[in-house]
């Protein structure tokens, strides 16, 4: 039994000290909560011990149990999100049943839009709507104080007569302590999410953000505070979850001009609408460090009209213009994400789209189905647009007026062999030449993915050589020249994307060198292997021929170099022999 503390004296006399367990299930380890640090913060000393305990969806939630009901809890409350909604409430009805007398809150975007008919099918204690921080606290106080709390804005109730939902919205952010520097938030991962604003200045609907009235931003003394906190730390990566960054350009210039300024190695994600980009920040960024940025620019859609549709009202000249720039210049990391099941737009002109951004040059190209979410303008106008989707979280989009079932699978593969080819960044010759003998990127993922749906090969991972055999197997089935180039692309590729062994090199690999060949191989070798010694980094090699080189003509013998040094990657080196 735990010792109980006291609390001071309530209505019935001295009371126990109330502890409170704030939790969720990542899909990740690596992933840090953001949310229950703040949660916590705000709360503070005055609503009884709080503890934060974070686990993941792939724990037995038997094992997830006995380690809650360790700590003793008297409160659990819950943070809900796509990934974990099914799994949370499998354990809090186990939790229920083991410990009856428990109080249960749940909170998050998936619980934001529950109704009162929620609590027959789940005998939960509280459920908090939207942000969290006020009506959690007014919940813990209560019961810390041997009160029942009563319904307000963002909490509902067991018995709660049915209304609208209302939110309670912090006027001042910077009223919730830093959980940084309350040392709530855990730093050792290596990776922490960041907030400097709540809201977005856009209406999406297919969007949560949607609903939020307007951007609000904590202090600029605020966020400088904490950033040269993490920065002291060394968090190798901090990713802002501002949901456009950008907004405002002076504060946006102000934080990264502040960065660059204190930054001792950290790197940064940014969610940013590229279209807002202006001048002066984009001279700014050309002086970013190789690395230290990243930018996941939200596209959506190529097509004016389906932009419009979904209330996302953005000059797509002047985002293309901004992605160009920032791609010729070349050190900052650039994601683009385009949405596949928007209504109004089509599987050919979700292709061009896809062509038209590919064009762009993107590091990483994601592609990902609309999903109709609860509470968002789009799920309320989801029957008179022929949306259907799937029911279960996360609430993907299966058909719309514009797009067959069929289609719409087409489109998924293509993501997924986006996500394998492109985004892998290890098939760039392939993908080069595959789209120039096909015609365009988008007809080659076509093809490709007739091909792997055909040999089931969408249903189970597969390691990296394996996906180099089936596109070996696919290039077989092209003809002639089409094939060779194809051949060697991909052989190519793959002696740049890890260290052939010559003795097991795959089998579209030529290895038949000439006398003369192997000759020059060996004094090159002997030369890089001298100079490897040097800097203290072992050498091995590796030698083919290719006879469809694009900058050259005729058979080539290409040399590939793997040097190693401890504690670094594998560096490859790619050194053409001519005859």
């Given at each position: 039994?735990?010792?109980?503390?006291?609390?001071?004296?309530?209505?019935w006399g001295i009371l126990p000290i109330m502890r409170t367990l704030l939790t969720t299930l990542h899909s990740k380890y690596i992933h840090p909560s953001l949310a229950l640090p703040y949660l916590a913060a705000y709360c503070g000393d005055c609503c009884g011990d709080i503890l934060i305990?974070?686990?993941?969806?792939?724990?037995?939630?038997?094992?997830?149990?006995?380690?809650?009901?360790?700590?003793?809890?008297?409160?659990?409350?819950?943070?809900?999100?796509?990934?974990?909604?099914?799994?949370?409430?499998?354990?809090?009805?186990?939790?229920?049943?083991?410990?009856?007398?428990?109080?249960?809150?749940?909170?998050?975007?998936?619980?934001?839009?529950?109704?009162?008919?929620?609590?027959?099918?789940?005998?939960?204690?509280?459920?908090?709507?939207?942000?969290?921080?006020?009506?959690?606290?007014?919940?813990?106080?209560?019961?810390?104080?041997?009160?029942?709390?009563?319904?307000?804005?963002?909490?509902?109730?067991?018995?709660?007569?049915?209304?609208?939902?209302?939110?309670?919205?912090?006027?001042?952010?910077?009223?919730?302590?830093?959980?940084?520097?309350?040392?709530?938030?855990?730093?050792?991962?290596?990776?922490?999410?960041?907030?400097?604003?709540?809201?977005?200045?856009?209406?999406?609907?297919?969007?949560?953000?949607?609903?939020?009235?307007?951007?609000?931003?904590?202090?600029?003394?605020?966020?400088?505070?904490?950033?040269?906190?993490?920065?002291?730390?060394?968090?190798?990566?901090?990713?802002?979850?501002?949901?456009?960054?950008?907004?405002?350009?002076?504060?946006?210039?102000?934080?990264?001009?502040?960065?660059?300024?204190?930054?001792?190695?950290?790197?940064?994600?940014?969610?940013?609408?590229?279209?807002?980009?202006?001048?002066?920040?984009?001279?700014?960024?050309?002086?970013?460090?190789?690395?230290?940025?990243?930018?996941?620019?939200?596209?959506?859609?190529?097509?004016?009209?389906?932009?419009?549709?979904?209330?996302?009202?953005?000059?797509?000249?002047?985002?293309?213009?901004?992605?160009?720039?920032?791609?010729?210049?070349?050190?900052?990391?650039?994601?683009?994400?385009?949405?596949?099941?928007?209504?109004?737009?089509?599987?050919?002109?979700?292709?061009?789209?896809?062509?038209?951004?590919?064009?762009?040059?993107?590091?990483?190209?994601?592609?990902?189905?609309?999903?109709?979410?609860?509470?968002?303008?789009?799920?309320?106008?989801?029957?008179?647009?022929?949306?259907?989707?799937?029911?279960?979280?996360?609430?993907?989009?299966?058909?719309?007026?514009?797009?067959?079932?069929?289609?719409?699978?087409?489109?998924?593969?293509?993501?997924?062999?986006?996500?394998?080819?492109?985004?892998?960044?290890?098939?760039?010759?392939?993908?080069?030449?595959?789209?120039?003998?096909?015609?365009?990127?988008?007809?080659?993922?076509?093809?490709?993915?007739?091909?792997?749906?055909?040999?089931?090969?969408?249903?189970?991972?597969?390691?990296?050589?394996?996906?180099?055999?089936?596109?070996?197997?696919?290039?077989?089935?092209?003809?002639?020249?089409?094939?060779?180039?194809?051949?060697?692309?991909?052989?190519?590729?793959?002696?740049?994307?890890?260290?052939?062994?010559?003795?097991?090199?795959?089998?579209?690999?030529?290895?038949?060198?000439?006398?003369?060949?192997?000759?020059?191989?060996?004094?090159?070798?002997?030369?890089?292997?001298?100079?490897?010694?040097?800097?203290?980094?072992?050498?091995?090699?590796?030698?083919?021929?290719?006879?469809?080189?694009?900058?050259?003509?005729?058979?080539?013998?290409?040399?590939?170099?793997?040097?190693?040094?401890?504690?670094?990657?594998?560096?490859?080196?790619?050194?053409?022999?001519?005859?």
């Amino acid at each position: 039994m735990k010792a109980p503390r006291l609390n001071g004296a309530g209505p019935w006399g001295i009371l126990p000290i109330m502890r409170t367990l704030l939790t969720t299930l990542h899909s990740k380890y690596i992933h840090p909560s953001l949310a229950l640090p703040y949660l916590a913060a705000y709360c503070g000393d005055c609503c009884g011990d709080i503890l934060i305990r974070e686990y993941t969806i792939h724990e037995p939630k038997e094992n997830v149990l006995g380690r809650m009901l360790r700590l003793q809890p008297d409160v659990i409350a819950f943070s809900v999100y796509l990934w974990n909604r099914t799994q949370t409430l499998e354990l809090v009805e186990l939790l229920l049943t083991v410990r009856p007398e428990l109080k249960i809150v749940l909170g998050g975007p998936e619980i934001s839009f529950e109704t009162a008919q929620f609590f027959q099918r789940y005998p939960v204690s509280a459920l908090i709507c939207g942000e969290g921080e006020i009506p959690l606290r007014k919940v813990l106080l209560a019961w810390s104080r041997g009160q029942t709390p009563v319904p307000s804005a963002g909490v509902l109730l067991p018995g709660s007569s049915p209304g609208p939902h209302t939110v309670a919205q912090l006027e001042v952010l910077d009223d919730i302590p830093s959980p940084f520097a309350e040392q709530l938030v855990d730093l050792s991962r290596g990776f922490v999410y960041y907030e400097s604003s709540r809201g977005c200045p856009y209406r999406c609907s297919f969007c949560m953000s949607a609903l939020d009235d307007g951007v609000r931003s904590f202090s600029m003394e605020r966020i400088k505070a904490d950033l040269s906190l993490l920065m002291e730390r060394r968090v190798a990566k901090i990713k802002f979850v501002d949901r456009t960054f950008n907004y405002d350009s002076r504060r946006s210039l102000e934080i990264f001009r502040f960065i660059l300024e204190k930054n001792r190695g950290s790197h940064f994600h940014f969610e940013i609408g590229a279209h807002l980009l202006d001048d002066g920040i984009l001279d700014l960024l050309a002086t970013v460090p190789q690395g230290m940025f990243q930018f996941e620019i939200w596209v959506q859609s190529m097509v004016t009209e389906t932009l419009l549709q979904v209330d996302r009202a953005v000059s797509l000249e002047k985002l293309t213009a901004n992605v160009r720039r920032l791609r010729a210049a070349g050190n900052i990391h650039v994601h683009l994400d385009l949405i596949a099941g928007l209504p109004g737009e089509g599987y050919r002109q979700f292709l061009s789209s896809l062509d038209k951004v590919a064009a762009l040059s993107p590091h990483h190209l994601q592609i990902e189905p609309v999903k109709i979410l609860p509470g968002a303008p789009l799920r309320d106008q989801a029957r008179s647009l022929n949306l259907r989707f799937d029911p279960n979280p996360p609430y993907t989009v299966v058909e719309t007026a514009d797009l067959t079932f069929e289609q719409l699978e087409t489109l998924r593969n293509i993501g997924r062999l986006m996500d394998l080819l492109w985004n892998s960044e290890r098939f760039t010759y392939f993908l080069a030449e595959l789209s120039r003998v096909i015609g365009s990127l988008s007809e080659a993922l076509e093809a490709l993915q007739a091909f792997w749906a055909a040999r089931d090969c969408f249903a189970a991972p597969m390691s990296l050589r394996g996906v180099f055999t089936v596109l070996h197997d696919y290039v077989q089935t092209l003809p002639g020249e089409p094939c060779a180039v194809l051949g060697d692309a991909l052989a190519r590729d793959f002696a740049r994307s890890e260290r052939v062994v010559p003795n097991s090199a795959p089998g579209f690999f030529n290895t038949d060198l000439t006398e003369a060949e192997k000759r020059a191989v060996r004094d090159r070798v002997r030369v890089e292997v001298q100079a490897a010694r040097t800097t203290g980094g072992k050498l091995q090699h590796f030698a083919a021929v290719f006879h469809h080189l694009p900058e050259m003509s005729g058979r080539t013998v290409v040399l590939f170099l793997y040097l190693t040094r401890s504690a670094c990657p594998l560096e490859i080196e790619e050194i053409t022999l001519t005859p």
